[in-house]
């Protein structure tokens, strides 16, 4: 399933973006997630999303971030709010194939996107 991340770029500390990811074929029944990866660090889970817009969020994002989809328009999306210079990373969203219960695995996951790069300043 090929994806396409959009919505990146500069923001202060504070500030607000909202990412996007668009896929050409249909994927209103699976799961998709967002992971990030910062540089020296691991891909990790931020949040994901099923079929009924139930969702899951890593702690560190809970409360700021918000995953949503928008299934006529083959999009999900992802809310970032009041940012930290912590979440400067490589954003990635992606198709999950392992079920609700593997969704923070990245290996649960069987397509990606390029990626969008956030970047927060203090």
């Known amino acids: 399933v090929p994806l396409v991340e959009s919505g990146g770029g500069l923001v202060q500390a504070g500030g607000s973006l909202r990412l996007s990811c668009t896929s050409s074929?249909?994927?209103?029944?699976?799961?998709m997630g967002w992971f990030r990866e910062a540089p020296g660090k691991e891909r990790e889970f931020i949040a994901a999303?099923?079929?009924?817009?139930?969702?899951k969020y890593a702690d560190s994002v809970k409360g700021r971030f918000t995953i949503s989809r928008d299934n006529a328009r083959y999009t999900v999306y992802l809310q970032m709010n009041n940012l930290k210079p912590e979440d400067t990373a490589l954003y990635y969203c992606?198709?999950?194939?392992?079920?609700?219960?593997?969704?923070?695995?990245?290996?649960?996951?069987?397509?990606w996107g390029q990626g969008t790069q956030v970047t927060v300043s203090s």
């Open positions: 999303i099923d079929s009924s817009s139930s969702t």
């Open positions: 074929v249909f994927f209103g029944s699976n799961i």
């Open positions: 992606a198709r999950n194939v392992g079920g609700w219960e593997g969704t923070s695995r990245r290996s649960t996951y069987d397509s």
